[in-house]
């Protein structure tokens, strides 16, 4: 072929045919093992808190504490990922980046529909960014005054942000750890409320226009678990029976009931200035080891989805991941329950996670024999399903999913403890951190007879909703071959009203 370019036109082909030919060959950004299929996952590098959640347009916009240059913690970004159904998940361009005022750790974001901030134009609704602009300069020195808070603004629906010039908007009084602000609409006063972890309680403050903040109140110096920094609050209402009550959840690290970093949460009144608990009682959002850092998505009416990040401080630098280091669980709904003479939150999976559900499969009233072997269930299902068991009357059973190298997962039911444990000291690969290896227990809520459990199996997690939500446990695992076998096992005989196994389509596909 002969052209202007002489015969270089050749080569060139050549060296591009290579070129797709290696990109062809090279393995797909969710290919890789231990890889989350059913749960968000940045396609490479670090990730931690999830960020920013809100609800605008008919999508779902999550934001996360992103490096975008190495799988270890580093200077933070937003990344940024959107859904149209809280299942499937595009991953945007970074929405924001470190500048002068520090890294940007931390918060929240709304849609300013009354345009307070004055940031809107031409009709246009701003949605609206509140985070901790971290400033490792200031640390460094010594100063307590290196956390501030900051806003940013989009103009076209989350797409582009601009980092507003009047930046910070609260300037730190002098508390070593400052951060974390979760900004919400109370419409009785017409203000907005921040809900800010400062140190080891959280103080609440009041603006008009996001950007003119007084301080309200302060709750938790006496309250709570108290093992290490408070961190990423939350506040919000729930109804149950008709009646309004107010969520306060607060993420602590250390501390957690299984060690390291955990949720927990309160449940009281909120007056617009103070918030009051109903009691003095510590409640766990999460009993596992593994998810720590979960807010709820805001401007999404009297339904609260929550979700939070998939990992453990203990170890989340070290976990055996090559490409990208860590993940978000599925979002899930929240909602009240009284039992043991508490109001106590229910956690379920969001209803749109049946959109990925696939070949489902019905045992009634199976009889367990000291063992049930439900491998020939699931040996299509490439380790990612959702297995339901429901029981007239609760007695011990243990689920197990292992592989032929002998590793296995134990998550299971110990009456005499009265707990809900996940066993992963045979699980796969340990020796990258010390407390990773652990048998982990929760207790159970519920004094009804009978009992239910739901089990999210993806390729290194398993989440567990027992008794209709009122325990939830996470848990990530690295085994070093897919857990495809499966059993249910009993000391003696177990009646099950039902098993059903639902195999979970992959997000990325």
């Not at 901790?132 to 300069?137: F, I, N, R």
């Not at 400052?178 to 017409?190: L, T």
């Not at 209402?237 to 309004?244: I, V």
């Not at 999976?349 to 072997?373: A, C, G, H, M, Y």
Request: hydrophobic share 35%; glycine share 8%.
């Amino acid at each position: 072929m002969k052209t202007k370019c002489g015969t270089l036109i050749l080569p060139l082909l050549i060296a591009l045919n290579c070129i797709c030919k290696a990109q062809d060959s090279s393995p797909k950004p969710y290919a890789d093992e231990h890889r989350p299929q059913v749960h968000f996952s940045p396609a490479q590098h670090w990730m931690n808190d999830p960020n920013g959640m809100v609800y605008y347009n008919h999508t779902y916009h999550l934001f996360f504490q992103y490096y975008p240059k190495d799988i270890v913690w580093g200077p933070m970004h937003w990344g940024h990922a959107e859904s149209k159904d809280l299942v499937h998940w595009k991953q945007l361009p970074i929405a924001l980046y470190p500048d002068s005022l520090g890294y940007i750790f931390s918060g929240s974001a709304v849609a300013d529909s009354n345009n307070t901030t004055g940031f809107g134009k031409n009709g246009k609704i701003p949605l609206v960014a509140i985070f901790t602009h971290h400033d490792p300069k200031g640390e460094k020195e010594g100063t307590d005054k290196f956390q501030n808070q900051s806003l940013a603004y989009s103009l076209d629906g989350g797409g582009t942000w601009t980092k507003y010039s009047g930046n910070p908007v609260l300037k730190n009084p002098g508390v070593r750890d400052f951060r974390d602000p979760k900004v919400m609409w109370y419409a009785p006063e017409k203000k907005w409320v921040m809900t800010l972890a400062t140190q080891d309680h959280i103080s609440f403050y009041s603006a008009p226009d996001l950007k003119n903040w007084k301080k309200e109140s302060e709750f938790g110096i006496k309250a709570g678990a108290h093992g290490g920094v408070w961190e990423c609050p939350d506040l919000f209402p729930l109804k149950m029976n008709g009646k309004t009550y107010w969520i306060l959840i607060v993420n602590l690290n250390p501390g957690g009931p299984n060690g390291g970093s955990a949720t927990q949460y309160f449940v009281g009144n909120f007056d617009g200035n103070k918030f009051s608990p109903l009691d003095s009682n510590t409640r766990w959002l999460d009993y596992g080891p593994d998810e720590y850092a979960g807010i709820t998505w805001s401007n999404t009416g009297s339904r609260k989805i929550f979700l939070g990040w998939m990992s453990n401080w203990q170890y989340a630098n070290q976990v055996p991941t090559k490409a990208w280091r860590n993940a978000a669980t599925i979002p899930r709904e929240l909602s009240l329950k009284q039992s043991k003479g508490q109001i106590l939150l229910i956690s379920k999976p969001v209803t749109e996670l049946k959109n990925i559900e696939e070949k489902t499969i019905v045992l009634k009233q199976p009889l367990v024999n000291r063992s049930l072997d439900l491998t020939s269930k699931i040996n299509k299902l490439k380790s990612r399903y959702v297995l339901k068991m429901s029981f007239a009357t609760l007695k011990d059973y243990s689920i197990g999913l292992s592989n032929p190298k002998g590793e296995e997962l134990l998550i299971g039911y110990d009456p005499a403890k009265d707990e809900y444990y996940i066993d992963r000291t045979k699980a796969g690969k340990m020796d990258f951190q010390k407390n990773f290896s652990g048998c982990f227990t929760a207790p159970r809520l519920s004094t009804a007879k009978n009992s239910d459990v739901i089990l999210v199996v993806d390729k290194s997690s398993v989440e567990l909703f027992a008794d209709g939500g009122l325990t939830t446990m996470t848990a990530i695992y690295f085994p070093t071959e897919d857990f495809n076998n499966l059993a249910v096992k009993t000391t003696g005989k177990l009646a099950i009203n039902n098993i059903s196994i639902s195999g979970l389509k992959s997000i990325w596909k």
